[in-house]
């Protein structure tokens, strides 16, 4: 039997912001982890849309694995669907996390989740208490960083739009680039 490879120690990490990246930057971290014969595993809030380019990259990975939760529409207000979804994808994060199956878990756009309050702080920080010593958690989204989650992290970056081409020249999101 193989002894599968862990990290000595995993820890938290936010990528949030106003800047475009922040999905990317983690599906980097996943993908070079996955590399390293690590085992990953995205759990998607709020993006109910399989035709994500990452869905497809990450189908071709043995070690990595993704689930996502929520409808394919953009949320203005949420609704009832999006609160449930919020709460299957906070419990399914629970058996994902304590399971100590993967290495790195990432919980994407759960920031933005925090912010429409799709989910709860406190749900949230309850992952983060549950995962096990060698798993690496990778938190995405958002405008801010509930203070909370800033404690806790042991590793934040920023986003910050210097300069898009949206609002500068009216592009909207492109096949290959944005989803």
Known sequence: MKIRKRLKEGLIQLYFGRGKGKTTAALGQGFRATGHGFKVY???????????GEIEAIKKNSNFEV????????????????LEEGKKAIEFAREIISSDEYDIVILDEVGVALQMHIVKI?????????????????????VKIHPKLRERADLITEMKMVK????????????????
């Open 42 to 52: 995205m759990i998607q809030f709020m993006k109910g849309n399989t035709k994500y």
């Open 67 to 82: 689930k996502q939760f929520g409808t394919t529409e953009l949320i203005e207000i949420p609704g009832k669907i999006d």
């Open 122 to 142: 406190e749900d949230v920080m309850n992952l983060i208490e549950i995962k096990p010593e060698k798993v690496e958690l990778i938190i995405t989204g958002g």
């Open 164 to 179: 898009h081409y949206f609002s500068t020249q009216g592009i909207t999101a492109r096949y290959g680039i944005e989803y």
